[in-house]
Nanobody
Framework: QVQLVESGGGLVQAGGSLRLSCVAS????????MGWYRQAPGKQRELVAR???????NYADSVKGRFTIFRDNAKNTVSLQMNSLKPEDTAVYYC????????WGQGTQVTVSS
């Protein structure tokens, strides 16, 4: 049974930082690329960061230089360090494989106030 459990969100002022974590089970974590997605109100879900099995990373232009994605294959976890947060980063954040499987966890809310 697939489980993706995200945590670490919260309310932060613009310019602040948050670190999100995700624990994955029921997927072959060690052979899947993993990613962090986000969905803002009224918008489609988008991929913001991706990390391959070997550790290479890709970022959406909107977060490049501010967000860093990590993974720990031994613990089946993927994390997202978010710095210099902006109000437009406000969204529910989800982890999933890349490309995503048709299952989503509950996500974690990130709210950035101006």
């Amino acid at each position: 049974q697939v489980q993706l459990v995200e945590s670490g969100g919260g309310l932060v002022q613009a310019g602040g930082s948050l670190r999100l974590s995700c624990v994955a089970s029921g997927i072959i974590f060690s052979i899947d690329a993993m990613g962090w997605y986000r969905q803002a109100p009224g918008k489609q879900r988008e991929l913001v960061a991706r990390i391959a099995i070997g550790g290479s990373t890709n970022y959406a232009d909107s977060v490049k230089g501010r967000f860093t994605i990590f993974r720990d294959n031994a613990k089946n976890t993927v994390s997202l360090q978010m710095n210099s947060l902006k109000p437009e980063d406000t969204a529910v954040y989800y982890c999933n494989t890349v490309p995503n499987i048709p299952y989503w966890g509950q996500g974690t809310q990130v709210t950035v106030s101006s």
